[in-house]
Structure formats: structure tokens, C-alpha cells
């Protein structure tokens, strides 16, 4: 079974720009998660969808959205993009909203010039 | 809302040693699950082992055990008969149970270095 596929592993954008990620969970999976890494903060939960629903979301500003597709894929979409936007970006998958252990991805690294 | 401490930033086992990594939680659930996470420098985070709070006895997978004590808040993982492999970054976490859609919640890691 394939795990959790995020795409792209590494991208580099400049401030001001927007950019999309995205994920697909492990097949059976209806939902998703998206947590942001960074030295400093650590993981910081970002959103939550199961069955193209936003469940949960943290406590980031407006410019951070997601959504999911029919066929559980998920995108996160930054907008204005922001220095301290550098970050891996992770994205992980269950079966249930809570009572099956998440199955994250690689990440995508984005750096912000 | 719920914390998550991991109280040790950096720590470091000889080969074939055991080592116990800490963590201790902050919480006013009864009922909830405990996790432990590696991130290799691959970057994706890995389940090492998992312990449900109703569940009395500890977790074991293999050479990763937990000691887990619900009183204490504390959620301690012993890596025995260490391997170069299991060098890596350690994430303690937790999600409730019944509060919500709660999000998993997340300790600062541990940075495990093995020493051949």
C-alpha cells in the first residue's frame, strides 16, 4: 500500500507570491491533516479534513487555507507568502478522525525569500 | 488546552545501550492517546508505538517500550539494545478522545544520537 504522498518535496518561492501543496493520503484514508515544522515553534497543527470538510483548524491567519477532494486528496494553499512562512510542511492521514494513529508524508520544504 | 514537554533537547546512547527519552503532558481528559514519533533525517515522521489512557499496560513494539503512568502525566520511551537506525528525532504526542475534534498535539522533540 503507498503512503502519504506530498508533492512537491522542495520549493522556493519570494514574498508576496502564493503557493499550493499537496498531499495524498494512503488509499482508504478520508482524513487529512496538515501541521507546519519549524525550528523555532516546532509542529504547529494547521488544519483538519475528512470527507472534504474542515474539521479543526489551528491557530494560523487567513492566508493559510486547504481544502479536499471527493477522492481525499488535499491541497494547502498560502497566500502573500510571508519569510516566516519557511517551513517543512506535513501532511499525514487516518482512517478516522481520532481513533487511528496519523500516517505522515516527507513533507514539502518551502523556503521564502 | 492540552501540552506537551519533552524536557530533554539532545541526548545520546553507545550502540547496544538503552536510552529513555521523557514526556510529560498537561491535560484535564480522561480519556485519550499518547504517541510516539521518529523523524529521521528522511523528514517523515514515523509511529514508533502508541498507548490508549484506559489501557493500563504499557506499550511494547519490539525493542520500544513505554512507561506509562496516567497519575504522574508522564509518558516515558526506552529504546533498548540501541541501533544506529534509531538515530533521530523523537516527538512526543497526544490527541484526546472524546473532547472533539481535537487535533494531535505535539512536544519540541528529542534529538537521539547513537554512538557506535
Known amino acids: 500500500k503507498a503512503g502519504v504522498t506530498q508533492t512537491p518535496r522542495y520549493l522556493i518561492k519570494t514574498r508576496g507570491q502564493q503557493v499550493t501543496l499537496s498531499c495524498s493520503p494512503i488509499?482508504?484514508?478520508?482524513?487529512v491533516s496538515w501541521y507546519q515544522q519549524t525550528p523555532g515553534q516546532g509542529l504547529q497543527f494547521l488544519f483538519e479534513?475528512?470527507?472534504?470538510?474542515?474539521?479543526n483548524k489551528g491557530n494560523f491567519p487567513g492566508r493559510f487555507s486547504g481544502r479536499q477532494f471527493s477522492n481525499s486528496r488535499s491541497e494547502m494553499n498560502v497566500s502573500t507568502l510571508e519569510l516566516g512562512d519557511s517551513a517543512l510542511y506535513l501532511c499525514?492521514?487516518?482512517?478516522?478522525?481520532?481513533?487511528?494513529?496519523?500516517?505522515f508524508g516527507n513533507g514539502t520544504r518551502l523556503t521564502v525569500t | 488546552a492540552q501540552t506537551v514537554t519533552q524536557s530533554q533537547p539532545e541526548m545520546s546512547v553507545q550502540e547496544a545501550e538503552t536510552v529513555t527519552l521523557s514526556c510529560t503532558y498537561d491535560?484535564?481528559?480522561?480519556?485519550?492517546?499518547l504517541f510516539w514519533y521518529k523523524q529521521p533525517p528522511s523528514r517523515q515522521m514515523i509511529l514508533v508505538i502508541r498507548?490508549?489512557?484506559?489501557?493500563?499496560q504499557n506499550a511494547t513494539e519490539n525493542r520500544f517500550s513505554v512507561n506509562f503512568q496516567k497519575a504522574a502525566k508522564s509518558f516515558s520511551l526506552k529504546i533498548s539494545d540501541s541501533q544506529l537506525g534509531d538515530a533521530a528525532m523523537y516527538f512526543c504526542?497526544?490527541?484526546?478522545?472524546?473532547?472533539?475534534?481535537?487535533?494531535?498535539?505535539f512536544g519540541k522533540g528529542t534529538r537521539l544520537s547513537v554512538i557506535a
Open positions: 498507548q490508549e489512557a484506559y489501557k493500563q
Open positions: 504526542a497526544y490527541r484526546g478522545r472524546n473532547s472533539g475534534n481535537t487535533p494531535l498535539v
Open positions: 479534513y475528512f470527507s472534504e470538510t474542515q474539521r
Open positions: 488509499s482508504g484514508h478520508r482524513s
Open positions: 491535560t484535564s481528559e480522561s480519556d485519550y492517546y
Open positions: 499525514a492521514s487516518s482512517n478516522t478522525l481520532r481513533e487511528s494513529p496519523l500516517h
